[in-house]
């Protein structure tokens, strides 16, 4: 009976993440697929007809609005990794005692709700906001200059808004550094560069490789900031998804774009965890 309860024990302790991942995942994944393969109207209902032409119509009518949101997912990971990389190596390294400090300062505008967070960065980066304003009033910038509505508003609050999550995975790669593996790379006389190109920066890649996953994938399939921060020229494919299912309620053709999105993502990671090398990454990060 001991037997029996401890060879049972594992999968009892599974079972309601996996119940959870089954009906809110799982479940509506099936729906939407579902979804995108039938034909028809919110009048006259939709059938199951295995009509791929959603897939064809709709990469064929927004592909600019996929190649922006991945454009726009890159740049600011790219952003989020220089920017969060020296904040994660400060505190892991510099923070000494008061690191939860700063990890506290770090998460504390996640306080606040997402969407005002980015109402917030409309107000300051407005025609005539806290930003732009006194720039205008001193002649430093010209009367017409402004940065809503652009494509550098939407990636600054990508970057922005997705890059605690940045930050986190790579302090806790870099925390785990033990300091005498730094101490033998001086004592072989490496120098500060050599020490972190050579030590440091290969060990971190597990919190690097979990951070571009945390913030790309969420980046790219954004539309708060595209709606809020954007304009007309920088709708995101979030935003489509958004329109095609609440405004004109066009599932079949929603949900095919939904999973084209997904497609694209999945291969973007594959082809990144190649390019990193997964079986380093994982190889440094269980050690």
Known sequence: ??????????????????????????????????????????????????????????????????????VYGVISTVIQIVIGFPVAYWIAFKGGTRKSVYLFLLLLPFLVSFVLRTISWQFFLSDNGMLLGPLKSLGLVPQDFHILATSAAVIGGLAYNFLPFMILPMYVALERIDPRVLEAAQDLYASK????????????????????????????????????????????????????????????????????LMALLLVGIFAYAKALGTEDVLEVAAR
Do not use: C, E, K
């Open 1 to 70: 009976m001991s037997r029996l309860r401890a060879s049972l024990t594992p999968y009892l302790l599974l079972f309601p993440g996996t119940l959870w991942l089954a009906i809110f995942f799982v479940i509506p994944t099936v729906v939407m697929l579902s979804l995108s393969l039938q034909s028809g109207d919110v009048v006259n209902g939709y059938a199951f007809t295995f009509n791929w032409h959603s897939y064809v119509d709709g990469i064929s009518t927004y592909h600019d609005q996929i190649v922006r949101s991945l």
């Open 193 to 260: 560069t050599q020490t972190f190109l050579r030590v440091v920066l290969p060990l971190s890649l597990p919190g690097v490789f979990a951070g571009v996953l945390m913030t790309f994938v969420p980046a790219t399939s954004d539309y708060v900031n595209a709606s809020v921060l954007g304009g007309t020229s920088n709708t995101m494919i979030g935003n489509v998804i958004q329109n095609q299912f609440l405004i004109n309620q066009d599932y079949p053709t929603a949900s095919a774009l939904s999973f084209t």
